[in-house]
Each structure stands twice: as structure tokens, then as C-alpha cells.
């Protein structure tokens, strides 16, 4: 038992920081990287929020990994893509047509780590019997959030410093992407030693792709089939609304001069505000939900998440009228609205999980979580578009107002006062 302890250690912490990484260049540092490039609101939200996709359409092709190679193979496989992938864009972001070619090369990395999820997480559930898995699932969840704190925070101050030490911002984004390419290659060749070989690793043998096929859409079907489909899809879709406008905005608001209605920060202390004590206030108010739904049911929470969630979302309508703020003020505020954020988010992952419940369990949360993909792809695209058309003052108060649709579609729930709750 302690060898297999060990062995755990060894890999668990750090195949999840290469989970989180990836995720964390393409959705948040892109962003940064292009607003520093001088790319618009509108364009940055747009082509980013497309990267959305291969997470949208992961369970289409999640069946297909099982048929070829072994989870082993394809974690290492992925690996070498997503470091090929940072060092696509290092090289391209000097260059005069670096916005194409570096979401080209972010496009690699997105479906790379897409499939990187789900070998993953299948080879997690191959390697661990059930009691591991309950006993390590805090650990990875842990070393997750420290992979997001690394890129969101340390990368992106990385950065900043680099900028100021040279003064040639694409210089020092190119070289930011290749110390994060350098150190992915490095986790490639680590786990390439340590990760075991688990004897039920295997492709199947026994399955052809026709019959997976056939397979998915018959699960397709019955989750559509199950109670309250049409309502659990408009709660999957809209109970983040707020939240995924303010997404692609935030950091743009937070580094954007005064001159446009932003704070005027620098590229490190958005780093320390968003990247690093956001990314604690999320981690914080999503332990704290979970404690409190594991004691009184997800029914009774409910309502105090959704409140949760949408409240604090005012921290950005004051910051966005009252913009003279020392970097203290601005991180507790930032603090305080993803501490609600991850305290009512835990409300929509556990929804995720109730409406799942059956037979096919794990194809169903599969799509659940396309769903949730989509819910941020969506209204991401627009957010760019809209705040340039209405300015970031105007912006949040429109956030304010999706709040509404949040609680509308909260009030259609209908959950079993029971589920989540602590047995006795």
C-alpha cells in the first residue's frame, strides 16, 4: 500500500498541472497576449471563445481514443503536440502575421488537450482502484487549480517582467511561450518514466468504430429522453450567462488605459489579481460550496449559490465608475467575486452530476459537459462586440441584467431534497 502511495505521488500531481496548463494558455493567457499585441476587444473575444469548440465536441470523439493505442500513448502523444504547440506560437508572435498563425497553432494545442483530458482521466480510473480514486480526487483537484495559478498568475507576471525588463512586448511574449514549451517538453519526458503501465491499459480489441458509434447516438438519444431534458439543457446553457460575458472582458477591463474605461493595470499586476488571488478566491468559495451542499442537500443551497453567483458580479459595475483604486482594493474585490463565482458554480457542477444519474451515468455527464463548453463559447463570442459597442460601464450593467436569466432558469429546477446530502 505505501509502494502504491508513492507511485501515485510520483505522477498524479503532475499530469494534472499538464491538464490545467494547456487550458489556462488557450483560454486566458491568449487573451492577455493579444491585447498586449494591440488586437481589438471584439476580435480577441471572437476567435478565443472558438477555442471553445474541441471541448464542446470532446464527447464526439472521446469513444474513438479507447480504439487506438493506450491511454499511456496517448497522454504522451498529446504531450508532445501541446509542447510543438507553445513553440508554434513563440515563433510566430514576432512575426507580422502572428494573429493567424498563433491561433492556428492554439487550435493544436486545444484539441491536443482535449484528448489529453480524456486519456487523462481514463488512465486516472485504469490505474486506481475505486477507493484510490475517492482518496486522490482532492489531490488532483488540488494540483489542478496550482497548474491554473501558474499559468493565469506566474506565466502572465512572467510576462509583464519581461516586458518591462526589455520593453519589446512580442519579444517577451515569444519568450514567455517557449520557457512554458521547454518546461511541457520537460513533463513529457518525466512521465514518460514515470507513468506505469496498467495492465487493463489496452485498446480494444472487441468494439469496432461502427459500434461505438452506434453506441453514442443511442446514449444521445436517451439523454434527451430523460425528465426535464428541455429545462436541465436551458439551465446547462444559462446559469453561467454573467459569467461567461465577463469571462473575455475582465482582464481586458483590468489592463485597458483609463483613457477607455479600463483600471490602467500592468501585465504583472494582472497577473497577481486575476491570475493568482482570483484563481484562490475560486478555489476557496468552491471548497466552502461543497461543504455546504454535502451537509444540507443541493435543493437547499440552491438559492444561496445563485445569489452567490450574480451579487458579486457588481464588483465590476463599481470598479467600472469609480476606477481610482490601489492594486489592495482591486484584489480583494476580484477575491470576493470569484469567491462567489466558485461557491455558486458548485451548484451547476452538482446539477451536472444529478441530472447524469442512471445506467449510462458517465456518457451522460460526458455531455453534460459539452454543454458546458458551449454555455462559455457562446455568449464569449459577442462579449468583445458588445463591450466595444456599449463601452464598460454599460457592459456590466448588462451583465447585471443576464443575472435575471439565471435566476429564471434556477426557478425551473426541480432536485430531490435529498441529493448531496451527507448520509448518516
Same mark, same amino acid.
Request: aromatic share 16%.
Given at each position: 500500500?505505501?509502494?502504491?502511495? %508513492?507511485?501515485?505521488?510520483?505522477?498524479?500531481?503532475?499530469?494534472?498541472?499538464?491538464?490545467?496548463?494547456?487550458?489556462?494558455?488557450?483560454? $486566458?493567457?491568449?487573451?492577455?497576449?493579444?491585447?498586449? %499585441? +494591440?488586437?481589438?476587444?471584439?476580435?480577441?473575444?471572437?476567435?478565443?471563445?472558438?477555442?471553445?469548440?474541441?471541448?464542446?465536441?470532446?464527447?464526439?470523439?472521446?469513444?474513438?481514443? +479507447?480504439?487506438?493505442?493506450?491511454?499511456?500513448?496517448?497522454?504522451?502523444?498529446?504531450?508532445?503536440?501541446?509542447?510543438?504547440?507553445?513553440?508554434?506560437?513563440?515563433? /510566430?508572435?514576432?512575426?507580422?502575421?502572428?494573429?493567424? $498563425?498563433?491561433?492556428?497553432?492554439?487550435?493544436?494545442?486545444?484539441?491536443?488537450?482535449?484528448?489529453?483530458?480524456?486519456?487523462?482521466?481514463?488512465?486516472?480510473?485504469?490505474?486506481?482502484?475505486?477507493?484510490?480514486?475517492?482518496?486522490?480526487?482532492?489531490?488532483?483537484?488540488?494540483?489542478?487549480?496550482?497548474?491554473?495559478?501558474?499559468? @493565469?498568475?506566474? %506565466?502572465?507576471? =512572467?510576462?509583464?517582467?519581461?516586458?518591462?525588463?526589455?520593453?519589446?512586448?512580442?519579444?517577451?511574449?515569444?519568450? /514567455?511561450?517557449?520557457?512554458?514549451?521547454?518546461?511541457?517538453?520537460?513533463?513529457?519526458?518525466?512521465?514518460?518514466?514515470?507513468?506505469?503501465?496498467?495492465?487493463?491499459?489496452?485498446?480494444?480489441?472487441? /468494439?469496432?468504430?461502427?459500434?461505438?458509434?452506434?453506441?453514442?447516438?443511442?446514449?444521445?438519444?436517451?439523454?434527451?429522453?430523460?425528465?426535464?431534458?428541455?429545462?436541465?439543457?436551458?439551465?446547462?446553457? =444559462?446559469?453561467?450567462?454573467?459569467?461567461?460575458?465577463?469571462?473575455?472582458?475582465?482582464? =481586458?477591463?483590468?489592463?485597458?488605459?483609463?483613457?477607455?474605461?479600463?483600471?490602467?493595470?500592468?501585465?504583472?499586476?494582472?497577473?497577481?489579481? @486575476?491570475?493568482?488571488?482570483?484563481?484562490?478566491?475560486?478555489?476557496?468559495?468552491?471548497?466552502?460550496?461543497?461543504?455546504?451542499?454535502?451537509?444540507?442537500?443541493?435543493?437547499?443551497?440552491?438559492?444561496?449559490?445563485?445569489?452567490?453567483?450574480?451579487?458579486?458580479?457588481?464588483?465590476?459595475?463599481? %470598479?467600472?465608475?469609480?476606477?481610482?483604486?490601489?492594486?489592495?482594493?482591486?484584489?480583494?474585490?476580484?477575491?470576493?467575486?470569484?469567491?462567489?463565482?466558485?461557491?455558486?458554480?458548485?451548484?451547476?457542477?452538482?446539477?451536472?452530476?444529478?441530472?447524469?444519474?442512471?445506467?449510462?451515468?458517465?456518457?451522460?455527464?460526458?455531455?453534460?459537459?459539452?454543454?458546458?463548453?458551449?454555455?462559455?463559447?457562446?455568449?464569449?463570442?459577442?462579449?468583445?462586440?458588445?463591450?466595444?459597442a456599449v463601452g464598460y460601464k454599460i457592459f456590466f450593467l448588462v451583465v447585471m441584467l443576464c443575472c435575471l436569466i439565471t435566476v429564471g432558469v434556477s426557478a425551473l429546477l426541480h432536485i430531490d431534497p435529498k441529493f448531496g446530502k451527507e448520509r448518516e
Amino acid at each position: 500500500m505505501k509502494n502504491n502511495t %508513492l507511485r501515485a505521488w510520483k505522477w498524479i500531481p503532475s499530469l494534472y498541472i499538464a491538464e490545467a496548463l494547456p487550458y489556462v494558455a488557450v483560454m $486566458t493567457v491568449s487573451v492577455m497576449m493579444y491585447k498586449r %499585441l +494591440d488586437i481589438s476587444n471584439t476580435d480577441i473575444a471572437l476567435y478565443t471563445s472558438w477555442l471553445y469548440l474541441p471541448w464542446v465536441i470532446k464527447p464526439l470523439w472521446s469513444p474513438f481514443v +479507447d480504439l487506438i493505442k493506450t491511454k499511456r500513448w496517448w497522454i504522451l502523444t498529446m504531450q508532445l503536440l501541446i509542447g510543438a504547440g507553445l513553440a508554434g506560437v513563440a515563433y /510566430t508572435i514576432p512575426t507580422s502575421y502572428f494573429f493567424q $498563425t498563433s491561433l492556428a497553432f492554439f487550435w493544436l494545442m486545444a484539441f491536443s488537450s482535449a484528448t489529453h483530458d480524456i486519456a487523462a482521466d481514463g488512465f486516472y480510473m485504469l490505474e486506481l482502484n475505486t477507493h484510490e480514486q475517492a482518496l486522490y480526487v482532492g489531490i488532483r483537484s488540488t494540483f489542478y487549480r496550482i497548474g491554473t495559478i501558474a499559468g @493565469q498568475g506566474l %506565466l502572465i507576471m =512572467l510576462a509583464g517582467t519581461l516586458e518591462a525588463y526589455t520593453k519589446r512586448i512580442a519579444y517577451s511574449w515569444s519568450l /514567455t511561450f517557449y520557457v512554458l514549451a521547454g518546461c511541457f517538453l520537460a513533463m513529457l519526458i518525466y512521465h514518460y518514466f514515470v507513468l506505469p503501465h496498467p495492465k487493463t491499459d489496452r485498446p480494444l480489441k472487441t /468494439t469496432s468504430a461502427g459500434q461505438l458509434a452506434k453506441d453514442f447516438f443511442k446514449t444521445f438519444i436517451t439523454f434527451f429522453q430523460k425528465p426535464q431534458a428541455g429545462t436541465a439543457i436551458l439551465f446547462m446553457l =444559462l446559469y453561467r450567462l454573467p459569467e461567461a460575458l465577463l469571462v473575455k472582458i475582465c482582464n =481586458l477591463f483590468l489592463i485597458d488605459p483609463v483613457t477607455k474605461g479600463g483600471l490602467g493595470l500592468s501585465t504583472q499586476e494582472v497577473g497577481l489579481v @486575476q491570475g493568482t488571488v482570483g484563481v484562490l478566491g475560486l478555489t476557496f468559495g468552491g471548497i466552502i460550496g461543497g461543504i455546504a451542499v454535502s451537509k444540507g442537500g443541493l435543493k437547499k443551497w440552491l438559492w444561496p449559490m445563485v445569489a452567490s453567483l450574480t451579487i458579486p458580479d457588481l464588483v465590476y459595475v463599481y %470598479l467600472s465608475y469609480f476606477s481610482d483604486h490601489s492594486i489592495p482594493v482591486i484584489s480583494s474585490l476580484v477575491f470576493i467575486e470569484q469567491l462567489g463565482y466558485g461557491f455558486g458554480f458548485t451548484a451547476y457542477m452538482l446539477y451536472l452530476i444529478y441530472y447524469s444519474r442512471g445506467t449510462q451515468q458517465t456518457a451522460h455527464y460526458a455531455i453534460c459537459t459539452a454543454f458546458m463548453a458551449l454555455s462559455m463559447m457562446l455568449p464569449g463570442m459577442i462579449a468583445g462586440w458588445l463591450q466595444e459597442a456599449v463601452g464598460y460601464k454599460i457592459f456590466f450593467l448588462v451583465v447585471m441584467l443576464c443575472c435575471l436569466i439565471t435566476v429564471g432558469v434556477s426557478a425551473l429546477l426541480h432536485i430531490d431534497p435529498k441529493f448531496g446530502k451527507e448520509r448518516e
